[in-house]
């Protein structure tokens, strides 16, 4: 992989391109991303509720949005329901447990060149968040925000712009075939899946 060096000057060459890009986040061996200003939920697995309506007793406007689970099932061949909410730079945003969030990179993280592996902070770790299901893998090519598939083991508040993840980078070999799979347009904030497109004829 890309020592911290070898990342500044490729992004120098435009071999690597971070936008937002601060050199400060650059460690010895990766570059810290930080959390993107908006979150998705599935709606089929989750009931919301706002703030203001008094539908939950006890619940303050800085427990931001109260998610309830539901049993309903996802369907893999159909586009799931899913909506996507501001975070209040203030308040910040409560992961509970039982619930995935798909949050976002804040930086668009991108390279023709270099493949991009992207893996939690330490210290989120240490909060017990997950940053990712199985998506930390990325593509040469892929042009977008990094859609963070984000659950928490316990109550947690995060807020847009704290450090969230790193990515670090890995030197391709072979032929080079830029991604062109079902995310192919700019990803600018979560994404839901696009699983059931693969069942399209």
Not at 78 to 91: G, S
Not at 97 to 118: A, K
Not at 177 to 197: I, K
């Amino acid at each position: 992989m890309l020592t911290g060096p070898a990342i500044r000057s490729a992004v120098e060459a435009g071999t690597i391109k971070i936008d937002p890009y601060d050199p400060d986040l650059v460690n010895p061996a990766s570059v810290d991303v930080r959390l993107g200003n908006k979150v998705g939920v599935y709606t089929d697995w989750v009931e919301c509720y706002e703030p203001g309506y008094g539908k939950v007793s006890g619940m303050s406007p800085e427990d931001g949005m109260y998610f309830r689970p539901l049993a309903n099932i996802l369907d893999t061949k159909k586009k799931p329901p899913f909506r996507v909410y501001d975070i209040d730079p203030e308040c910040g945003w409560v992961l509970k447990p039982g619930i995935g969030y798909l949050m976002h990179t804040l930086e668009r993280v991108s390279s023709d060149f270099y493949d991009p592996v992207l893996d939690g902070k330490s210290s989120i770790g240490r909060l017990f968040i997950a940053v990712h299901i199985t998506a930390g893998y990325g593509d040469p090519g892929f042009p977008g925000n990094w859609t963070l598939e984000v659950t928490a083991q316990h109550p947690v508040r995060v807020y847009p712009g704290m450090r969230i993840g790193q990515v670090r980078f890995e030197p391709l070999q072979g032929e080079i075939e830029l991604y062109d799979g079902h995310y192919t347009d700019e990803a600018l904030g979560p994404v839901a899946s696009r699983a059931y497109r693969q069942f399209r004829s």
